[in-house]
């Protein structure tokens, strides 16, 4: 066992430990879909300034929705309820009294020039507001100079140095620093000490810091935007709550909470537990079928994915990540995704062995490795992008998905090039593996390549045929979409909310099959409280409301309507502008990426593949009236990521087998390419979709349009990568003048030397 396979089986197993040890002692926080939460009801009210209506009401649900995000609750659902009331449903939240704190804080924050001592009746030497400082001496406050909307920023930071404790920081946007610049220069004008040097910031009416103008500040001058701190004997977690409610922002109208109840998971434990049996049997599925395909190699590389998941799940545990029932069936699925990079390393063994018949099995194996490289990174390197983008720019449901895929990619990498390939490498140092060679897995070439080399089809032949057919079927898409509609569910439509009580206990699993029964399958499904059933629909008139509720009578006896609202979409037009501009950045920046990386062709011809397969898969959907939902959102969120690592890996060998013939055609050379990467795609298309055909047939119906959307994408995602985007990169090559790649190894310098291949000794016979 040579020195650097040692290393990765050290560092394998010293990651699988600590994960393992996460995985025994944390716990993980699960969504309202798996184990319920807290509901609160907030009631918006009439300010001196505002009016609580519809338009108010939804500009206090997006600030709520930030400051929500700032206190680390991932997943939340908040929804407008009727005119002025938003309902807010917490995931597992551990301090429900803190988090309503937080919440209904109004954060009206104000900057005030003191204008010299108060008194107790409320008189003093100014016109403006008087109030008690941080010690209780009452202050005469001028008029705002300044609210909080002109913060940019707010950050808790600790000086340890200056044995000043916690502060907070703000920086101003550039109107607003000019003011504060203003503010502080005419209090520099005044003698130290005096109260008049004095600036007070006052948060919902109270002052929370009056700091004193520095000496070193001349009169006028006043202190720049970025240095401005907020002091007060803060504790880090006040420090913290003040600094996230800045950012957040102020409440354009103040809230009241007039209900807080803890509510019951939407999914019923019978859901739960057909979702896992689905998963494991699906991930079972793959499991073996690698093992068939690839033999010994391919059960080390499914070991190896049970250690991803091992290594993925301790990962999403130890950052918090909130677990819902789509997002575990997404995590269950990047396990048959996982498998792409150790079909990559095999399947390039599987060529060299077969180009190289004397070569030992363990060099075919590192050959492997070394070749499919460049396609693993670069593929992941894209998804990573779209992860990030879609952390830092989302929101919501969206943010979480990024932390999710984000995990997902890097354990992936982990699982394949140091898990698998320690694993791999060890097994081909073994006599008994060198001896008997077909059981290794990648000593034959593999009946799909085996056939493909004998048909030899040229597929590429008439590349304006394939983007017709793909034309048509983008055609075929819009027409749904247009003349059947894309049936929205309620986060992006609104809605009803109507809760029930029963006299007999109804659990959530009957209550679903008794509505579904009754043609209300898309019904959200909560308990809340003892004997009440609380349901939320789409659009849904008082006929189809006694429909339903004589659906539950069936069940839960004499039902009495307790709640009857309309509600808003909880996905808001916020969320989703701020949904579409990550996604579009992340396209831009996977363009550039993959246009630095490869060619600009390459680069348009992916981003143009991606682009159809979102218009198929929404058009399939409205085709077959099927909701496009939260969850069908985190299915397409997949898909495209699925897509443009196909995508990638073709490229990846066509610019490789370019180089290596600059003089023959391309459409030759990409043909060659795509026949080459045939058994890739086939074996990491089946690895996910005995998940997905597992998920789809026993998971329930609450997974059933998650499944059929991921399976539909992932079908549509494998034609385009090859019938798409290789057919659209050779007409635009035809219109561009840059020249073919050059080889990496390719000689250098005039003695015409090249880099020597590092598995050739030099000898020759």
């Known amino acids: 066992m040579t020195r650097a396979t040692t290393v990765r089986a050290v560092l394998a197993a010293a990651v699988l430990l600590v994960a393992v040890l996460i995985t025994l002692t944390m716990s993980p926080r699960l969504g309202l879909d798996l184990q319920g939460g807290t509901r609160m009801v907030l009631q918006a009210k009439d300010s001196g300034t505002a009016k609580a209506d519809r338009e108010s009401t939804d500009r206090t649900l997006e600030v709520l929705r930030k400051r929500i995000d700032s206190l680390g609750v991932a997943e939340p659902v908040l929804t407008r309820s009727g005119e002025d009331r938003i309902i807010v449903e917490l995931p597992d939240v551990q301090d429900p009294r803190k988090a309503a704190e937080v919440i209904g804080r109004t954060a009206q924050l104000t900057f005030h020039a003191v204008q010299g001592p108060g008194t107790t009746d409320g008189s003093g030497a100014g016109e403006g507001t008087t109030l008690p ?39 101003f946007h550039k109107d607003a620093g000019r003011d504060w610049t203003r503010l502080t220069g005419e209090a520099a004008c005044h003698p130290v000490q005096d109260e008049r040097r004095r600036v007070a910031i006052v948060l919902d009416q109270q002052v929370i810091s009056s700091p004193q103008v520095s000496p070193t500040v001349g009169c006028g001058t006043g202190l720049p935007s970025g240095s401005t701190q907020i002091t007060g004997s803060f504790s880090a977690d006040e420090a913290r709550e003040l600094a996230l409610l800045i950012q957040g922002g102020a409440l354009p109208v103040p809230v009241e909470i007039v209900e807080q109840r803890t509510v019951g998971p939407t999914l019923g434990a019978a859901a739960i537990d057909a979702s896992a049996r689905a998963a494991l049997i699906g991930a079972a599925a793959t499991a073996l079928f690698v093992t068939v395909v690839y033999r010994l190699f391919g059960a080390l590389a499914a070991v190896a994915l049970g250690a991803y998941g091992v290594i993925s799940y301790a990962a999403l545990v130890a950052l918090g990540v909130t677990l819902t029932l789509p997002g575990l069936a997404g995590f269950v699925l990047a396990i048959g995704m996982a498998v792409d990079a150790n079909v990559l390393v095999f399947e390039r063994a599987r060529e060299e062995h077969a180009q190289h018949p004397g070569r030992s099995l363990r060099t075919s194996l590192t050959a492997g490795f070394r070749h499919a490289w460049s396609a693993v990174a670069d593929s992941n390197v894209t998804t990573l992008i779209a992860a990030g983008l879609l952390f830092f720019l989302g929101s919501g449901p969206v943010k979480g998905f990024g932390v999710t895929l984000g995990i997902g990619v890097l354990a992936s990498m982990f699982s394949a090039l140091v898990i698998a390939r320690a694993l791999t490498e060890i097994a081909a140092g073994s006599t008994f593996v060198g001896t008997y060679r077909g059981v290794n897995g990648i000593a034959s070439p593999g009946r799909v390549r085996t056939w493909l080399n004998r048909r030899d089809p040229q597929l590429m032949r008439s590349p304006r045929r394939w983007l017709l057919i793909s034309a048509v079927l983008v055609a075929v898409a819009v027409t749904g979409i247009l003349v059947r509609g894309v049936n929205l569910g309620v986060e992006f439509t609104g809605g009803r909310l109507v809760e029930y009580a029963t006299s007999r206990p109804v659990d959530v ?58 509600i808003g979409p909880s996905l808001g037009d916020e969320l989703r502008r701020n949904a579409l501009i990550a996604l579009a950045i992340a396209v831009l920046v996977q363009l550039v990426y993959l246009a630095v990386r490869f060619r600009w062709t390459f680069a348009v011809a992916s981003v143009g593949a991606l682009v159809h397969d979102v218009i198929v898969l929404v058009g399939a959907f409205a085709w077959l009236g099927r909701t496009v939902d939260g969850i069908f959102l985190a299915a397409l969120l997949t898909v495209i990521g699925y897509s443009v690592n196909d995508s990638v890996v073709v490229f990846d060998r066509v610019r490789e087998l370019w180089a290596k013939a600059r003089r023959e055609p391309l459409g030759a050379v990409a043909n060659r390419a795509v026949l080459q ?37 992932i079908v549509v995602g494998t034609y385009s990568s090859v019938m798409t985007a290789v057919p659209a990169a050779l007409l635009l090559e035809r219109g561009s003048k840059a020249p073919p790649p050059v080889r990496k190894d390719a000689p250098r310098g005039r003695s015409g030397a090249g880099r020597r291949d590092p598995l050739d000794n030099g000898a020759r016979v």
Do not use: C, Y
């Open 133 to 171: 400082d941080e010690q209780g001496r009452r202050l005469a406050l001028g008029p705002a100079a300044l609210s909080g909307a002109g913060v940019k920023d707010a950050s808790a930071s600790f000086d340890a140095q200056q044995g000043a404790g916690w502060s907070v920081s703000l920086d």
């Open 509 to 566: 699993e009957t209550a679903r099959s008794a509505l579904a029964g009754a043609g209300f399958a898309d019904a959200e499904v909560t308990t809340a409280g003892a004997g009440d059933i609380s349901v939320r629909t789409g659009e849904l008139d008082n006929a189809g409301e006694h429909a339903l509720r004589a659906a539950l009578a069936e069940e839960g006896g004499a039902t009495t309507k307790v709640r009857d609202e309309l």
């Open 677 to 713: 990467t045939v058994p890739r795609t086939v074996n990491t298309g089946m690895g996910a979709l005995f998940i997905l055909v597992a998920l789809a047939v026993l998971g329930g119906d609450s997974l059933a349009d998650f499944a059929l959307a991921l399976l539909i994408g």
